[in-house]
């Protein structure tokens, strides 16, 4: 980084990047796990799963919003040297963080489909559907005040995480066109 510039990564794109992996493999764990008929039957299982993917969903896109208002309130605007971090670095880096939590949660939604067929799996699924939701309302913050929030890499947690915790005490602000990122997380068109 140049003159003392600070590595910035995209708040809504640390929000989005959990959202992809959980889906894909509550879907594949989903699948798999409708196979064995459980101690439940196949129909009671699928339908406990459903119940809870739009429970997980919604907590999950629900819960936390005024963590991440709070340092917005308190941003300053980004340097001139500061160095806005790719959208394809901070989701290697997130995802290389938190592989051993994924394929933890992956088995244990496997594991689960003994018991309660496919729940397993929509769960992982609704929480990475919860976490594209929240990303997609933070991008509706983002055009509203006309700014995107960006947080201090060295602020994030050791597991590339946490863009709204206690280690941040405000965003930097830059323009709506500022990145690689569109306001929401997602890529550029």
Known sequence: MARGGQGLARVAVVV???AAPLWWLGVLAAGIGVLPSGL???RIGVLAGAAVFIV????????GRGRY????REGVRAGKHDVLQDRAVTLRAW???HRWWLLLGFAAALGSSFALPAAGGLLLAGLGTGLRLKAAWLGRRERAAGQLFWVRVDWLSARAGRPAGKRVPGYRLTG???????????RRA
């Open 40 to 42: 439940t039957g196949r």
């Open 16 to 18: 989005r990047a959990g």
């Open 176 to 186: 709506i066109e500022a990145g690689d990122a569109a306001p929401g997380g997602g």
């Open 69 to 72: 208002l709070a340092p917005a």
């Open 56 to 63: 997980a969903a919604a907590v999950v896109a629900w819960v």
């Open 95 to 97: 995802r290389r963080g």
